[in-house]
């Protein structure tokens, strides 16, 4: 991956890496900082989990399958980007479970609240 170099006031070179939203979109970029990753994650994860619950309530989906169709969608989505796509060490973070559990319940929450929402407003008098 390029990578520009910069100078800092001392004459000494610097590695600057392309923002975080070039990264996310490139396959195997490199993630010094853990914590970005981990966010980059996490957001993926929330809008992920509200366009689920936008498509949920517009099919109309109800019950268990949603729920079940909704946590297989999340977890294979992020794995395979993890895995797949960034190809990061999974022990790098924690191991698999960490990965696959970095923001999921908020992420169910905001798949529910407009699951919700989207299927009462639609499908109700």
Same mark, same amino acid.
């Given at each position: %991956?390029?990578?520009?170099? +910069? ?5 000494? $070179? +610097?590695?600057? $890496? ?16 853990? #914590?970005? !990753?981990? #966010? ?7 809008? *992920?989990?509200?366009?689920?619950? $936008?498509?949920?309530? !517009?099919?109309? *989906?109800?019950? /268990? ?12 989505? *992020? ?5 797949? !796509?960034? +190809?990061? #060490?999974?022990?790098? !973070? ?6 696959? +559990? ?5 992420? /169910? ?7 919700? %929402?989207?299927?009462?407003? %639609?499908?109700? #008098?």
């Amino acid at each position: %991956m390029n990578q520009k170099k +910069k100078f800092d006031k001392n004459g000494t $070179l +610097k590695s600057v $890496l392309p923002s975080v939203w070039v990264r996310v979109f490139t396959p195997c970029s490199s993630w010094p900082d853990k #914590d970005e !990753f981990l #966010d980059v994650i996490y957001w993926t994860r929330q809008i *992920l989990g509200v366009v689920l619950g $936008l498509a949920w309530g !517009f099919i109309p *989906l109800r019950g /268990f399958v949603g729920l079940a169709l909704f946590s297989l969608l999340n977890v294979i989505t *992020l794995y395979t980007y993890t895995s797949a !796509f960034q +190809k990061v #060490d999974d022990e790098e !973070f924690g191991g698999v479970w960490e990965l696959v +559990k970095e923001g999921f319940m908020t992420s /169910f929450a905001s798949f529910l609240v407009t699951w919700i %929402m989207v299927y009462s407003a %639609m499908h109700f #008098d």
